[in-house]
């Protein structure tokens, strides 16, 4: 029986590489293995130039008409709607369309699809553990994005409007921090609503549900801080999505104080390793119960 | 399972009838997408939620700005609700071509062809999203209930004005979406490129137009008629003058202007078809 073949590995925590790595594998080899696996993610993205092209495309429609929104708001609200100037409005949005597809908060079902076909078999029976591979994919394909996805939108928004410009210098670091951990925490998400499938075997209403809550409670639509207070506290702390999208965003535009900023990033790196242990977990339930379907 | 066959003669010899055939596809759709019952239920259940989202955008903006471009949140309102209703019932019609890049892509398209149906009527009746019904139906209601929370003046011409303004609305969303799938004949990565104008499209019709500026005004509010899927019939609706100082009666050629995108759509889809080479997969 090949699920009893496919027992697997414990998962090891693909964002933070000195962890001790199990003991069979040396740390060299753990490193180069999930190196190799990244730079596959982006390799394969980078076929598809055509789809760069046409996303980048759509990123800057949206941004363009979003930009024209906000300014609106700026306009109509008497200067600072949800505490932010035009200038660091305009930014978001801009920004946002970048970080939109690197975040990739939507569309992911991959692993769903190779669950219901019963090709996970085969993930299963590769010397690396399936949560390790594809994470290391995911980094691939968010450094693919930031290449080929996030430069065009955000250099627009630079060319043909006043963008805020951030004036700490510590703003840039904890900013490519803070998108590390939107992406592992993305990730995270879309992985354990895939696992889903292991039991209702189409995780179509799972995945909906995930698209529900991305779109309406990470700041895609506008910043959280347009809401109540209460509402807004109940979304950052009792949900993950705005460590995919709006965390980011504020400290690229410094919405915050430098300390604020870096408790923001704290907050994204608990909910990444909540996720992400929370997935190594299901999984290993969800093996632990599998049929493969023959076939 | 004999039942359809009984249904095939019925409908006339060895051939059904386009009709029954179009009928058996969809009743085929309807019993797989509910084989997972627990997925398909969550599915629909949230789909419906999901344009509710949208208009809690607009009121979210409204909680930091009084008024949007001279508007103010019943005029917006009224246009989100307009152009989100004519969304949804196109989505829920012809949204699944879609899938026509999937299709050209893995040679399924082959398949589809050489039937003896209309390719579009397949691919429309192949994958009919009945999960979407529902989103469809709340539209409606949410229409309705903004409708009334804006308090308009009633004449029987605005009475018809409100009926056939979002389905003249779904009717242009529906030939944007044919006709931007079928760029996929050409560009098989299209998918996104097409995004921009069916969900970008949305997203302008959303709010009204003088907020943009003038180059997406030209195209997207009249090169591509989305002034006319919210923010015209809005005006008329409303009785107010545009900034913009288009004539009143201008809401009225709504049904043109679909009309002219249809025409348009089938154009550019049929072109496709003669131009679509298997990919031999």
């Known amino acids: 029986m090949p699920s009893a073949a496919a027992c697997p590995k414990p998962a090891s925590d693909p964002d933070a590489a000195p962890d001790p790595p199990p003991p069979p594998i040396p740390l060299s080899a753990a490193v180069r293995r999930f190196a190799a696996l990244a730079a596959a993610g982006f390799r394969r993205h980078s076929t598809y130039r055509q789809a760069t092209v046409a996303g980048v495309f759509t990123n800057v429609v949206f941004g363009a008409m979003l930009a024209a929104v906000m300014s609106a708001v700026v306009a109509g609200g008497g200067g600072r709607p949800g505490g932010y100037t035009g200038a660091q409005l305009v930014t978001y949005v801009w920004v946002g369309q970048g970080l939109l597809s690197v975040s990739h908060m939507w569309t992911w079902k991959e692993l769903a699809d190779r669950i219901t076909s019963g090709d996970v078999a085969a993930d299963l029976l590769r010397p690396v553990d399936p949560l390790t591979s594809y994470a290391a994919a995911e980094l691939g394909r968010a450094a693919h994005a930031v290449l080929g996805r996030f430069i065009a939108p955000v250099g627009v928004g630079f060319a043909f409007y006043t963008m805020y410009v951030p004036h700490e210098a510590a703003t840039y670091p904890l900013f490519a921090v803070s998108v590390v951990l939107a992406v592992a925490v993305s990730f995270a998400g879309r992985y354990l609503v895939n696992l889903t499938a292991f039991w209702l075997l189409d995780a179509r209403g799972p995945l909906a549900a995930w698209g529900l809550f991305a779109a309406s409670l990470s700041g895609v639509h506008f910043p959280l801080r347009f809401l109540p207070e209460w509402a807004q506290w109940l979304i950052w702390l009792g949900t993950p999505f705005p460590c995919v999208f709006q965390i980011p965003l504020d400290i690229a535009v410094e919405r915050t104080a430098t300390g604020v900023a870096a408790a923001t990033v704290a907050l994204q790196l608990c909910w990444g390793t909540a996720l992400m242990a929370l997935c190594a977990a299901v999984q290993r339930r969800a093996l632990r119960r599998l049929v493969v379907q023959g076939g | ?281």
């Open chain 2, 1 to 281: 399972m004999a039942d359809p066959r009984r249904e095939d003669r019925r409908a006339g010899g060895h051939r059904p009838r386009p009709a029954a055939a179009y009928a058996h596809l969809v009743r085929a759709q309807a019993r797989s997408q509910g084989q997972y019952r627990a997925s398909f239920l969550l599915d629909a259940g949230l789909s419906a939620l999901l344009s509710l989202v949208e208009l809690a955008a607009v009121l979210a903006v409204f909680r930091v700005t009084p008024e949007l471009g001279g508007f103010t949140l019943r005029e917006v309102l009224l246009t989100a609700a307009l152009c989100e209703f004519g969304f949804q019932l196109a989505d829920l019609l012809v949204g699944n071509i879609e899938r026509l890049a999937i299709y050209v892509r893995t040679g399924l398209m082959d398949a589809v062809l050489v039937r003896p149906l209309s390719p579009l009527g397949q691919l429309l009746a192949t994958d009919l999203p009945f999960r979407k019904v529902g989103r469809a139906v709340q539209d409606a209601v949410v229409y309705v209930v903004v409708l009334v929370y804006a308090d308009l003046d009633w004449t029987p011409a605005r009475a018809v004005l409100a009926v056939i303004a979002p389905v003249a609305a779904a009717a242009l969303f529906a030939a944007v979406f044919i006709a931007g799938a079928s760029v996929a004949f050409w560009w098989i990565d299209s998918g996104e490129f097409a995004n921009a104008f069916t969900y970008g499209g949305r997203t302008f019709a959303q709010y009204p137009v003088p907020l943009y500026p003038s180059w997406l005004r030209g195209t997207f509010a009249y090169g591509l008629g989305f002034a006319f899927a919210g923010y015209q019939p809005m005006l008329a609706l409303c009785g107010r003058s545009d900034p913009l100082g288009t004539p009143a009666w201008l809401a009225w050629s709504m049904p043109v202007v679909a009309a002219i995108a249809w025409a348009a759509a089938i154009a550019l889809w049929r072109t496709g078809i003669r131009h679509y080479r298997s990919t031999g997969s």
